[in-house]
């Protein structure tokens, strides 16, 4: 079965860098494109960043400049290398995968931007 394990997360300090990595099983990874959501205390869950089978990216723009996804077709992984972070960045951030009509979701990791 499709399964999404991420990992990574924790509390750091503003300015700071976190990079956190989402496990792949249970379909042909390298086809997917694959994104990074994040969901804030009493927001909604967005978008954070997108990449294709091909490694075409995109991000929101409260992260451009900072955030890269990246991945890694050989191990299965997509990754999220967050630099310069903001105590907005805090959130539950969530590995998606979006097969055909059904999307999967991974468990979430948490991170916490604070001094």
């Known amino acids: 079965q499709v399964q999404l394990v991420e990992s990574g997360g924790g509390l750091v300090q503003p300015g700071g860098s976190l990079r956190l990595s989402c496990a792949a099983s249970?379909?042909?990874?390298?086809?997917?494109?694959m994104d990074w959501y994040r969901q804030a205390p009493g927001k909604q869950r967005e978008l954070v960043a997108f990449i294709t089978s091909g490694g075409n990216t995109n991000y929101v723009d409260s992260v451009k400049g900072r955030f890269t996804i990246s991945r890694d077709n050989a191990k299965n992984t997509v990754n999220l290398q967050m630099n310069s972070l903001k105590p907005e960045d805090t959130a539950v951030y969530y590995c998606h995968a979006r097969l055909g009509q059904y999307d999967y979701w991974g468990q979430g990791t948490q991170v916490t931007v604070s001094s």
């Open positions: 249970g379909f042909i990874f390298r086809i997917y494109p």
